[in-house]
T-cell receptor, first 112, second 113 residues
Framework: SQTIHQWPATLVQPVGSPLSLECTVEGTSNPNLYWYRQAAGRGLQLLFYSVGIGQISSEVPQNLSASRPQDRQFILSSKKLLLSDSGFYLC???????????FGSGTRLTVV | GDSVTQMEGPVTLSEEAFLTINCTYTATGYPSLFWYVQYPGEGLQLLLKATKADDKGSNKGFEATYRKETTSFHLEKGSVQVSDSAVYFCALYTQGGSEKLVFGKGTKLTVNP
């Protein structure tokens, strides 16, 4: 069966520090992968998505970047975190049009 | 482009009350429609889905019918429980389109005992 792993679950980082969040998918190949952010009490904001290795589409210009070094691995990074980067980060993949997304359990990032 | 308009919250109900959360969409193709639920402190879970017109998705007592004529996918439950308190998101996906789910803004539901 397919599973999605996201870590860490919780992260507290100082302003100006780097960030690396990792997401991996098991049990499938060539998935479409997505990074979303949810600010406190807000909706979902699509940050990046990828349809294949090395293919990254950015939805919103910002302090973050994404990479897909392997077929089932999607990484969200920042060189220098800002306070406004705080939020709940969710990774997701899609099996097909009729299946919708499967989300990871999320990473709660607090930048202090 | 594709979009989803979802009933603004928050919604507060008493236990055993009837729930409706409205969702309408705009899409250039023939989308699949979804409802996701997010319990406090957790990620999103797929609640139900419908992939073509007149399909009814159902799960955990929740239902939604894909109405192409009104471009709607309203979520309903006949008798809510305290454990249904969560944020609900309506979403659509069009194959061959943007390759991503388009979400509504979410509706927070609180059910009081």
């Amino acid at each position: 069966s397919q599973t999605i792993h996201q870590w860490p679950a919780t992260l507290v980082q100082p302003v100006g520090s780097p960030l690396s969040l990792e997401c991996t998918v098991e049990g499938t190949s060539n998935p479409n992968l997505y990074w979303y952010r949810q600010a406190a009490g807000r909706g979902l904001q699509l940050l990046f998505y990828s349809v294949g290795i090395g293919q990254i589409s950015s939805e919103v210009p910002q302090n973050l970047s994404a990479s897909r070094p392997q077929d089932r691995q999607f990484i969200l990074s920042s060189k220098k975190l800002l306070l406004s980067d705080s939020g709940f980060y969710l990774c997701a993949w899609i099996q097909g049009a009729g299946y919708g997304y499967t989300f990871g359990s999320g990473t709660r990032l607090t930048v202090v | 482009g594709d979009s989803v308009t979802q009933m603004e919250g928050p919604v507060t109900l008493s236990e055993e009350a009837f729930l409706t959360i409205n969702c309408t969409y705009t899409a250039t193709g023939y989308p699949s429609l979804f409802w996701y639920v997010q319990y406090p402190g957790e990620g999103l879970q797929l609640l139900l889905k419908a992939t073509k017109a007149d399909d009814k998705g159902s799960n955990k007592g929740f239902e939604a019918t894909y109405r192409k004529e009104t471009t709607s996918f309203h979520l309903e439950k006949g008798s809510v429980q305290v454990s249904d308190s969560a944020v609900y998101f309506c979403a659509l996906y069009t194959q061959g389109g943007s390759e991503k789910l388009v979400f509504g803004k979410g509706t927070k539901l609180t059910v009081n005992p």
